[in-house]
């Protein structure tokens, strides 16, 4: 008699449903055209390009770094290698694309663009440490701010009119916009890289922080409890993130080939500070530069490590087992003390996120909630149209 087989469970993982080639050089950015069969593409051969049929190919007259479409008023705006913002309007059929105006924004490469329709505004970072907005109807300048480094993130939310900076030192500088004049609210920071990328919330009022430092970081700052919890699931620096608000589901791309979907509808805890002590808080053997217990004693320094569950001090031997604390952000094993390992159940240890292969170096994302459609960017000079449907929902 044969045995019976067990139907094995269904992998859920993205469709990859087209890839896009043409350009000869990094696409920095591309958009999914709404509610239509089309991409576009910005890239540091000076082409912007609509990728449908038939395809507008535009030649700038410096490389292509960043952009903004809005989809509304069809409004294209392309950052260059110069320091230039052009701006572009898109005709209905996505088959012409007609110059409208250019604004000299910055010394050198434009970094990050974003283009405001409720206030008429377009916000812009670059190379030489400025962020900078202006006025979209006239391309009037109307304020600027130096940053501490090179800004490689920016979001703005409509309603407090406040910016979020994040640059390449690893900062986050808050301001309040104003007609011509900003304010500085705050700055901070938790990433030991430097930011690479950011996303904003505005219902929940939570803002997420790729970094260099392979690790994403979700700010809460409507809450005003000042809570900021860690996100370890990347082998690479994390240079892409996206949020899907209905389904409160965050999407992080990076260098890694990863796309990672976490599930930010859970309770998740901080991880704690890392506590000091000259031995271990655990055997009170002492640490290697704790000369005067190692005589008393008798004994050989040990080298210090740290629980990520606690944060206490301890020394290898009671810190000999690793686990994964997905509520603390920790998807990969980490260095726990035995005494925590104990503690943790199963149940502690149940993933909160999902991980795919997307088999190229991504720097750009887009993500069209109404389809499920997630395109991104490559280092490999290739665009990738996925369905994202099976993990985001």
């Not at 609509?50 to 292509?64: D, H």
């Not at 604390?325 to 996120?353: K, Y």
Request: proline share 4%; hydrophobic share 35%.
């Amino acid at each position: 008699m044969a045995a019976e087989v067990q139907p094995q469970p269904l992998t859920r993982k993205p469709i990859l449903l087209q890839r896009v080639e043409g350009s000869q050089e990094v696409v920095n950015m591309a958009v999914l055209v709404p509610k239509e069969e089309g991409v576009i593409s910005v890239s540091e051969d000076r082409r912007d390009s609509g990728q449908y049929w038939p395809s507008i190919y535009y030649v700038m007259p410096s490389p292509c770094s960043c952009m903004s479409f809005n989809p509304e008023t069809r409004r294209l705006s392309i950052g260059l290698d110069n320091g230039t913002i052009s701006e572009f309007i898109l005709s209905e059929d996505y088959n012409k694309m007609t110059p409208v105006k250019n604004y000299q924004a910055h010394q050198s490469r434009v970094t990050m663009i974003l283009f405001v329709l409720e206030l008429e505004w377009v916000l812009s970072t670059g190379q030489d440490k400025l962020f900078a907005w202006h006025c979209s109807e006239s391309a009037r300048r109307l304020g600027g701010y130096r940053t501490s480094a090179v800004a490689s993130g920016l979001q703005f939310d409509v309603e407090t009119r406040h910016v979020f900076i994040g640059d390449q030192s690893g900062q986050v500088t808050i301001l309040t916009l104003e007609q011509d004049t900003c304010t500085l609210v705050t700055a901070f920071r938790g990433h030991t890289g430097g930011v690479t990328a950011l996303c904003w919330d505005p219902v929940q009022r939570v803002l997420f922080s790729g970094s260099s430092d392979h690790s994403v970081i979700m700010w809460d700052i409507g809450g005003r409890k000042g809570t900021a919890i860690e996100l370890q699931g990347h082998n690479d620096k994390v240079q892409a993130l996206s949020y899907a608000q209905h389904t409160r589901q965050l999407i992080s791309c990076g260098g890694d080939g990863g796309i990672v979907v976490w599930n930010m509808d859970v309770e998740r805890q901080e991880t704690p500070e890392w506590l000091d002590s000259d031995s271990c808080q655990k055997c009170d053997q002492p640490f290697f530069w704790n000369f005067k217990q190692m005589w008393d004693s008798k004994k050989i320094g040990l080298r210090q490590h740290h629980c990520r569950k606690c944060g206490k001090a301890v020394c290898g031997k009671c810190s000999s087992k690793r686990s994964s604390i997905p509520l603390m952000g920790f998807e990969f094993e980490v260095r726990v003390c035995d005494s925590c390992h104990e503690a943790i159940t199963d149940e502690e240890r149940a993933p909160t996120a999902t991980f795919h292969d997307s088999k190229h170096n991504i720097v750009h994302v887009h993500f069209d909630p109404t389809r499920g459609w997630l395109l991104t960017s490559g280092t490999d000079k290739v665009i990738k149209l996925w369905d994202m449907t099976p993990v985001v929902s």
